[in-house]
């Protein structure tokens, strides 16, 4: 495609009006003067929390570490609700930022891009959106989430359903009465989990469909004390030192006695904590030796094999959700807010798709491969996402030589630092692949993000640069780097979105980067240190035609 004129209309296009592309426009706009437009397919700001809104919708990060920490005064000012915050906070925290910042102004909704385009001679990115609207830009960046591309398996006869049928990732707006229906759910993931208790209140009865069980560490929801969110306030720089330096992202630090130097007593008691204490903690604050020993990922996995026969009162039920294989620490643990007990209710029953597989949707419900069949009068499909590559390939991005992003990684994606992929100049992406992305609180990850490709870009002002890229060879020894730190871990051998299991068809590769945030954060400074080592910068005069 050429340009019409050598300038672009814009600086900057962001795609995407969540965490990522609020932050950018305030970043670039308000602070660097730059000229931005946000275009976002949804009607309203929010993101995947925009989308998200099932019965039982809510964060797993605590919500005070669960935001912004770039502006100290809107951070002491909010008051959360709750301990993990809910889908309709999270909206009402984002409307809060986008007031404060003079946001919507400059953010296109109802507006999905469906391709953007290189041109090579202008150095700018023409973006097409589905209202037919095009725009160029000197820099295009991506806050498309990696939780976005939603994932509806092809079931054969899902048309000829007679009933009603619902996506977690596409909940309607309007409310959704399921009082006394048959319902049938599909999936055991994050958002079936937190739902699952939520329908199970008020259908007359629930069918839960599971293909491969997980381990759900309890949530402990609640309110927090006023105290404690007193103390937390008087702690800023304290509060987000621990984030920021926790390996994922959140203020937590492993044990210090390490796993095969504590006694079965001492590990008992450590575990029994953060179980009583709930959330990600158990993780994250216990030990972080199973990430690596298949022996020490066995340990613990039989304490919460032991909390499921407590919890779940029909010994066969228990058995089916209990994981048979590599599952602990290398597969998100979704919170458990009434999941299991829920299973000791009359109405509600558990149906191991694993081994018997759905064969078809039918007019009134699903047939498995065996034959049986169950009537239903909802489906609710809790199918999870196309995780992290997933948005970006849905997108027709062609860069030098019209190359499509999508078969440049048709074997997996290849970027530098999760930001750049090489041939695509000026091209962004905030948490992108091989970044540490969902291996990390994601607010945390986005702000280092932003304020990286910001300094980028400031420095390519600075240089009298037209051109920002990444260099063919630095990112070649970030994906070989990529790979061996995730072999170095069990995360590559279990089936799970980190690898693209979850899709049919999908090249298995391991999607995010391990160093941990604060270990990725020190690549990213030490790359800035030494010049910007990795990427390209050519100046204009040098792109200027002959």
């Known amino acids: 495609m050429s340009s019409t004129s050598t300038a672009p209309q814009l600086d900057a296009v962001v795609i995407g009006a969540g965490f990522s592309g609020l932050y950018l426009l305030h970043k670039l706009r308000n602070e660097m003067g730059l000229s931005v437009r946000v275009f976002e ?7 995947t929390w925009f989308w998200n ?12 570490v669960y935001c912004y920490s770039f502006d100290e005064k809107m951070w002491q000012e909010w008051e959360w609700s709750e301990r993990y915050p809910q889908q309709a906070e999270v909206l009402t925290y984002f409307d809060h930022v986008a007031e404060r910042f003079d946001l919507r102004r400059d953010i296109t909704f109802n507006s999905r891009v469906l391709a953007a385009t290189l041109d090579e001679a202008a150095n700018t990115w023409t973006v097409r959106t589905d209202t037919g609207e095009e725009i160029t830009a000197r820099y295009l960046i991506t806050g498309v989430g990696c939780l976005s591309a939603w994932n509806t398996p092809p079931f054969p006869g899902l048309e000829t359903f007679t009933g009603q049928t619902y996506f977690t990732g596409l909940w309607p707006h309007e409310p959704v009465d399921l009082t006394g229906k048959r319902v049938g759910l599909i999936g055991t993931g994050a958002s079936g989990v937190q ?6 209140e008020v259908a007359a009865d629930l069918t839960v469909f599971q293909r491969t069980p997980n381990y759900i560490i309890p949530a402990r929801h609640g309110k927090v004390p006023p105290e404690l969110t007193a103390e937390r306030k008087r702690d800023f720089a304290g509060v987000w ?16 006695k390490p796993l095969f130097e504590s006694t079965d007593a001492e590990v008992e008691a450590v575990l029994e904590k953060w179980w009583e204490t709930g959330g990600l903690g158990f993780l994250l604050g216990s030990y972080l030796e199973p990430i690596f020993s298949v022996e020490a990922n066995q340990r613990i996995s039989a304490f919460l094999d032991r909390k499921i026969r407590e919890k779940v009162n029909d010994p066969a039920v228990a058995d089916l959700l209990t994981p ?3 599952t602990y620490a290398v597969k998100r643990p979704p919170l458990d807010s009434g999941f299991y007990e829920a299973f000791n209710e009359p109405h509600v029953h558990l149906v191991d798709v694993g081994s018997n597989p759905i064969a078809a949707v039918t007019p009134d419900g699903l047939r498995l491969t065996d034959g049986t069949e169950y009537a239903v009068d909802v489906l ?3 199918t999870g996402f196309d995780a992290t590559t997933g948005t970006l ?4 991005i062609r860069g030098r030589e019209g190359q499509l992003l999508r078969e440049k990684w048709a074997g997996g994606p290849r970027t530098y630092l999760g930001l750049m992929s090489a041939g695509y100049p000026n091209l962004f992406m905030i948490t992108g692949p091989q970044s540490p992305g969902v291996l ?3 607010p945390v990850s986005i702000e280092q993000h932003v304020e990286f490709v910001s300094a980028i870009i400031g420095t390519a002002a600075e240089r009298g640069a037209e051109i920002v890229e990444a260099a063919p060879e630095a990112e070649d020894a970030w994906v070989v780097h990529n790979e061996e730190a995730a072999n170095a871990t069990l995360f590559p051998l279990a089936d799970t979105t980190y690898t693209g299991a979850n899709i049919a068809g999908k090249v298995r590769a391991f999607l995010p980067n391990i160093d941990t945030v604060p270990g990725y954060r020190a690549r990213c400074e030490e790359v800035a240190a030494n010049g910007y080592e990795g990427f390209v910068f050519t100046p204009a005069s040098a792109t200027a035609p002959a």
């Open 324 to 326: 048979k294989k590599l």
């Open 380 to 382: 609710v499909f809790a």
């Open 241 to 256: 030192e621990r984030t920021r330096n926790g390996a994922f992202g959140l203020p937590f630090q492993p044990e210090p």
């Open 393 to 396: 390939n849905r997108i027709d």
């Open 53 to 64: 809104r099932y019965p039982g919708a809510r964060c797993d990060s605590e919500s005070y």
């Open 41 to 47: 397919a949804g009607s309203d700001i929010g993101g």
């Open 440 to 442: 990390s609180n994601m």
């Open 195 to 200: 739902t699952m208790p939520r329908i199970a």
